[in-house]
T-cell receptor
Framework: DTAVSQTPKYLVTQMGNDKSIKCEQNLGHDTMYWYKQDSKKFLKIMFSYNNKELIINETVPNRFSPKSPDKAHLNLHINSLELGDSAVYFC?????????????FGEGSRLTVL | GENVEQHPSTLSVQEGDSAVIKCTYSDSASNYFPWYKQELGKRPQLIIDIRSNVGEKKDQRIAVTLNKTAKHFSLHITETQPEDSAVYFCAASTGNNDMRFGAGTRLTVKP
């Protein structure tokens, strides 16, 4: 039973298109995140949500819009895709806000923009 | 914001040798320091963590040390095995769920 699941696992698309990645966690955690891992393997935080509320919004282009319909789901929508958006996007969750503990990562979604 | 630096970027050791990876952090408010292992094509997974009220923690062949004064922490792997080959990430957090990662160390253990 997968704890943090992301779909799709692979996404190949053309520049200028709009795409979404979905994430769901069944751990009962309050906090969810999106991280971007580029080709050099650097893991960079993009967004953090606590109980559906946006808490951290790093310097990310506003073409990226997260949405959390409930605390178990955090989706990422990307408009007008650019070549530089190609990366692996990891969703993660942790138990509660203000008491940092282990991050549980999803399997990642590899986005390739042609 | 927090800045985490990690060295070396690549590390190659012979099976059975020890491996040490070092990280420094900038925010003195950081109080949680985990280490993650990422195998090729897989997700990062926690292998060990330490909180700021502890100087050292050990779990079988892996150990982590923390020097709060100098703002650095290290991962030690003893008796390395080929299956230890992976990318290792250190991270730091102030407790506001703002986990920042180092750039990663690619460890290769040669049989």
């Amino acid at each position: 039973d997968t704890a943090v699941s992301q779909t799709p696992k692979y996404l190949v698309t053309q520049m200028g298109n709009d795409k979404s990645i979905k994430c769901e966690q069944n751990l009962g955690h309050d906090t969810m995140y999106w991280y971007k891992q580029d080709s050099k393997k650097f893991l960079k935080i993009m967004f953090s949500y606590n109980n559906k509320e946006l808490i951290i919004n790093e310097t990310v282009p506003n073409r990226f819009s997260p949405k959390s319909p409930d605390k178990a789901h955090l989706n990422l929508h990307i408009n007008s895709l650019e070549l530089g958006d190609s990366a692996v996007y990891f969703c993660a969750s942790s138990r509660q806000w203000g008491n940092t503990g282990e991050l549980f990562f999803g399997e990642g979604s590899r986005l390739t923009v042609l | 914001g927090e800045n985490v630096e990690q060295h070396p970027s690549t590390l190659s050791v012979q099976e059975g040798d020890s491996a040490v990876i070092k990280c420094t952090y900038s925010d003195s408010a950081s109080n949680y320091f985990p280490w993650y292992k990422q195998e090729l094509g897989k997700r990062p997974q926690l292998i060990i963590d330490i909180r700021s009220n502890v100087g050292e923690k050990k779990d079988q062949r892996i150990a982590v040390t923390l020097n709060k004064t100098a703002k650095h922490f290290s991962l030690h792997i003893t008796e390395t095995q080929p299956e230890d080959s992976a990318v290792y990430f250190c991270a730091a957090s102030t407790g506001n769920n703002d986990m920042r990662f180092g750039a990663g160390t690619r460890l290769t253990v040669k049989p």
